[in-house]
């Protein structure tokens, strides 16, 4: 089964989340995220005043695809070879922030908005190559039928959740999708580890990275609760 990467940035900040996860407050101090993707369908949700550099989700492979939370018409486009950039401003508790996602051409891909998606194919009846020369997206390239979710935590497929679990100030999440694979080990000794890698990680000078969740023995980020 190929890998698959959800991103959910969900503050101007930069905290983001694996999107079938539980688990927030990864920091980029307000950097912008630069998303990784992989041979399987990835996504990213791109919340309200964040920055996405998605080139690295959509030349991947895979059926992947971007969610926006405002209307098409509310960006600003831009075009360079074959890299759309949409950016927006917005104003969020009076400060205004600077929305901006980009991204390359791949069939197969789609970028949603609040009233609808287009798909940036490059070839096809619909492609947007034309005779070696990548157009911009227009209005009416727009498909009203189907739209970003209001919350991609709970309106998205989702695949096994995991296990929360509280010790103290922190909070872990197992991720398990085959039981019959899992090491036989208990419980303490998970969490036992997990306190060894969630230490470390705290003392680290930047934001740790989020996790790829390739194996079913690798457990989730933690969060400082």
Do not use: C
Not at 83 to 100: H, L, M, N, P
Not at 138 to 143: A, F, G, L, R, Y
Not at 176 to 195: F, G
Not at 200 to 207: D, E, F, V
């Amino acid at each position: 089964m190929p890998g698959q990467t959800k991103y959910f940035i969900s503050n101007t900040n930069g905290f983001f989340v694996n999107w079938y996860s539980d688990i927030t407050g990864v920091e980029s101090h307000g950097q912008a995220l630069k998303a990784s993707g992989n041979s399987g369908d990835d996504a990213v949700y791109v919340g309200q005043g964040t920055k996405v550099d998605a080139t690295g989700l959509t030349s991947t492979g895979g059926n992947d695809s971007i969610y926006l939370t405002g209307t098409f018409n509310n960006y600003e486009q831009t075009l360079d070879g074959n890299t759309y950039t949409f950016k927006r401003t917005v104003t969020i508790g009076g400060t205004d922030y600077q929305e901006e996602v980009s991204f390359t051409a791949s069939n197969g891909d789609r970028v949603y908005f609040a009233n609808g998606f287009f798909k940036i194919d490059i070839t096809g009846n619909d492609g947007l190559s034309n005779a070696g020369v990548f157009q911009k997206i227009k209005s009416t390239d727009i498909d009203s039928s189907s739209i970003t979710p209001t919350d991609p935590l709970t309106s998205q497929p989702a695949i096994d959740k995991g296990m929360p679990v509280k010790l103290g100030l922190l909070k872990y999440l197992f991720l398990i999708t085959t039981v019959s694979t899992l090491p036989l080990v208990s419980k303490a000794q998970y969490l036992r580890y997990l306190a060894i890698v969630a230490m470390t990680q705290s003392m680290l000078p930047k934001a740790p990275k989020l996790m790829q969740q390739d194996s079913p023995q690798q457990v989730a980020m933690m969060l400082f609760i």
